[in-house]
């Protein structure tokens, strides 16, 4: 009879334990992709912004293609056409080249406006999502939250941010 009120016991702080430690982290997760998909606001933006890259790609390969025309015409003729008519058709086709390359630099390079557009019509969306993210952690009292399809914190709390402590760590290596 003891040994079992004694076994009863182990297990009982046992549990205890393992609930104590569940209770000290809290931690939950979205996909980020879902609320996009499913988020009326964030489908509009993406709406908008595909319907933008697809003008822009419309542009660009019309631009090709009359590149393609203006290389095929300078291709068949060339034999037979002066040195006047081949310079002329060559300078054409090096201005078109360079135009198309100041056209995908322009709208689709590093600073294009595509990305400008990006920002423009899902930064306000994605602010909405991190704000609701940010309520959701601290309203529920979540430590962490996690974006499962990106595998990326989305959310922590202040408390664990060990950056302060890791600096000191470095700074103190240095001396």
Do not use: C
């Amino acid at each position: 009879m003891v040994k079992r009120s004694t076994l009863l016991m182990i297990i009982a702080l046992i549990l205890a334990g393992v609930a104590g430690l569940q209770a000290q982290s809290k931690i939950g997760y979205i996909d980020s992709e879902k609320l996009l998909r499913e988020f009326d606001e964030a489908v509009d933006a993406m709406a908008k912004l595909e319907a933008e890259s697809q003008r822009l790609e419309e542009e660009y390969y019309a631009m090709q293609e009359r590149g393609q025309k203006l290389l095929d015409e300078y291709e068949s003729k060339r034999f037979v056409a002066t040195e006047a008519w081949k310079t002329q058709k060559q300078q054409e086709i090096q201005k078109l080249q360079e135009e198309l390359q100041n056209y995908q630099m322009k709208y689709f390079g590093p600073d294009g406006e595509i990305y400008v557009k990006q920002e423009e019509y899902l930064g306000p969306v994605m602010q909405k999502i991190n704000q609701a993210i940010q309520r959701v952690g601290l309203d529920g009292g979540y430590d962490y939250i996690i974006d499962a399809s990106k595998g990326t914190l989305v959310f922590a709390d202040d408390k664990h941010d060990l950056t302060n402590t890791v600096l000191y760590e470095l700074r103190k290596a240095q001396k």
